[in-house]
């Protein structure tokens, strides 16, 4: 395994070969700041441009765009509340916060180093379980993936301390929503109100623009307030690289949970980036006792970034393991690498092994190509916060508009945002915390799907908690989760 | 105050709402809804008691705020209606020069070149480097 991966890094790092993964950062990197075009159109348009390439050109390309445009979307979501994917919509609520306060330099700046050590994290576990891959898959069942849910769901309590009871009732609603479509079991339709457009659910990325993106807008219009950052626009930037690159080594605990949560997440096909970093972002709010998160603590930017690019790593394995794609993007891949003969799986793992290196190394490479270059301009980028709102307003709404609208090419999909925009707004408005609601949104049908699998297995008999060790380990981390603050609050009486 | 109470009142009314379509539902297909909303709408029916009984501790939004809040609500309703009717890029020019001039007061010259550099880079950026096809209107 050595000697392929020492092939596999050679290869990437020769010429003529570096420049295709250089050059597919660049364009991921570029795409993933103009929110609209998304990483996954971008795989999808790339497809036909590179029919006449070889297998090592082709796994140079996707590899190194699966991972390019991650930091840029999260680069938007600092400085404009607009997240450039949707993962990077749990940076966004601290790390806009830390952009208001004068501090989008930091922001970005422990947003780059989080991502590069993050992916870091996540390649340096896929390379250390391609031995044992197959048998981490078929560990992970229905009984696994609910309890992984579970835990996803009570970090709201942790997330909303605040205002306890409008987190419940933000997340039940989010929960309700995530509902909303045709039951996968029975087929019928639940709370679509008649409307066609509702057939397949409520749409992720329109009401994630709703609800963060378009609200935030709202509000920098309604407050009156000259610029993003309230400072004028010739006062000097706040902010500094260094903190911001620091922070990693400041908050090693953070960075490493977020880390391995965003890989195990990734591992888990169907899960996704999305979950991945707002579950981090629970999970890291529990080490908040000064309720500091949500108003530009740099251990809320941290967390979810970390997990982001995580997740990247761990979304190879389905992939390697089996060709089984577990996420948008490594469906794209996948569909990229087939059509140009190259076939995921074990043919891949034990007769190619050093194409699979050239895949994760491309992957690593652009990680941290994004994460250098996105400092380098992070200067200039943070100045952004000092533009007059006055003309950045119109602006971005219409941005925002044609985000809604180029997803899915459905009007529908404008309307949705506009609803989720006012919603957010109100929210926000009253202290309604949404990411409560979002965390339940996306959740909600993991949780349900697994939450029936289980129950069915159970009553066929087919599923004994005590022979899943996986499923005893995450029980007993769950209990800890809900017993541990409890025993500290009582601990402190 | 009042838009504390109507907003707790418009989640109860949602909750109660989607509470009642889930007893049409099969048996499978209600057993997770009613697990969440049955706790919700009791949730919810306390937060508006609560907020109906509390003593508002912060003065009123003042005028001006709620004027905003309507003019940009309209700006908002008017960008989704003139898009559907004349698509993106018609609309998306309009407004922009439109709300230059009317909110932000710009000058006829800079709301005209602000204007032309969004709507070209959106047209070069997503129309020709992307590909992408704006979105048509039902009128043109």
């Known amino acids: ?493 | 105050m009042r838009g504390a109470v109507a907003f707790s009142g418009l989640a109860l009314a949602i909750t109660l709402g989607l509470l009642a379509q889930s007893t049409a539902l099969s048996a499978l297909g209600r057993l997770a809804p009613l697990w969440v909303l049955l706790p919700t709408s009791v949730l919810a029916a306390l937060r508006l008691v609560v907020d109906l009984r509390a003593v508002p501790d912060a003065p009123p939004s003042p005028h001006e705020t709620r004027r905003r809040q309507l003019r940009i609500t309209a700006w908002l309703a008017g960008v989704v209606v003139s898009v559907y009717l004349f698509g993106f890029l018609p609309a998306a020019t309009v407004f922009l020069f439109l709300f230059l001039r009317v909110e932000t007061e710009t000058r006829l010259r800079s709301a005209a070149i602000t204007t032309s550099a969004t709507v070209a880079f959106v047209y070069l950026v997503f129309g020709v480097l992307g590909g992408i096809a704006f979105p048509e209107g039902a009128l043109f």
């Open chain 1, 1 to 493: 395994m050595l000697e392929s991966a020492w092939q596999g890094l050679q290869i990437v790092f020769s010429w003529p070969n570096i420049l295709f993964p250089v050059g597919a950062t660049l364009l991921a990197m570029f795409v993933a700041f103009v929110p609209g075009i998304s990483g996954m159109t971008l795989m999808a348009l790339a497809i036909p441009w590179t029919f006449g390439w070889g297998e090592i050109p082709t796994l140079l390309f996707f590899g190194a765009l699966v991972g390019g445009g991650t930091f840029m979307g999260s680069v938007t979501a600092i400085l404009f509340n607009i997240p450039g994917n949707a993962p990077s919509a749990a940076t966004l609520l601290d790390g806009h916060a830390m952009a208001r306060n004068g501090q989008a330099q930091t922001a970005i700046a422990c947003s780059a180093s989080a991502s590069a050590l993050g992916s870091t994290v996540g390649i340096a576990l896929l390379i250390a379980l391609i031995p044992l891959l197959r048998r981490v898959l078929t560990a992970i069942g229905p009984l696994e993936l609910l309890l992984l849910t579970i835990w996803g769901l009570l970090t709201i309590t942790l997330v909303t301390r605040r205002a306890p009871l409008k987190g419940l009732i933000a997340a039940g609603l989010g929960m309700a929503i995530g509902f909303v479509g045709r039951d996968p079991r029975t087929a019928e339709l639940r709370f679509t109100l008649g409307l066609e457009y509702l057939t397949d659910g409520v749409p992720v990325v329109p009401a994630l623009l709703g609800l963060f993106a378009l609200a935030e807008m709202l509000d920098l219009y309604v407050s009156g307030r000259r610029t993003i950052s309230a400072e004028g626009v010739d006062a000097p930037l706040g902010g500094s690289v260094r903190e911001g690159l620091l922070a990693v080594f400041r908050h090693p605990l953070i960075f490493l949970r977020g880390s391995l949560l965003g890989t195990a997440l990734g591992i888990v096909p169907g899960v996704g980036g999305t979950v991945a970093g707002f579950v981090a972002y629970g999970d890291a709010a529990r080490a908040d006792h000064e309720g500091r998160f949500g108003k530009g603590d740099i251990r809320g930017v941290l967390a979810p970034e970390s997990a982001i690019d995580a997740k990247d790593g761990g979304s190879l394995v389905p992939l390697l393991a089996f060709g089984i794609p577990g996420s948008e993007g490594t469906a794209l891949l996948l569909t990229a690498l087939m059509l140009h003969g190259i076939t995921p799986g074990r043919e891949l793992l034990e007769g190619q092994l050093t194409l699979a290196f050239v895949l994760i190394w491309s992957l690593f490479l652009s990680n941290w190509l994004t994460s250098i270059l996105g400092l380098a301009v992070s200067r200039p980028l943070a100045r952004l916060t000092v533009v007059p709102a006055q003309a950045l307003v119109p602006v971005i709404l219409v941005v925002l508009v044609l985000a809604a609208l180029v997803e899915r090419g459905s009007f529908g999909d404008l309307v949705l945002m506009t609803v989720f925009g006012l919603a957010g707004y109100a929210m926000k408005e009253f202290g309604w915390p949404r990411v409560a609601f979002v965390i339940a949104f996306v959740l909600a049908s993991l949780f349900e799907t697994n939450l029936h699998l289980t129950l069915r297995l159970y009553d066929l008999g087919r599923l004994d908690p005590f022979e899943r060790p996986l499923a005893l380990g995450l029980f007993v981390a769950l209990a800890l989760t809900v017993a541990l603050p409890v025993a500290r609050r009582l601990g402190s009486r």
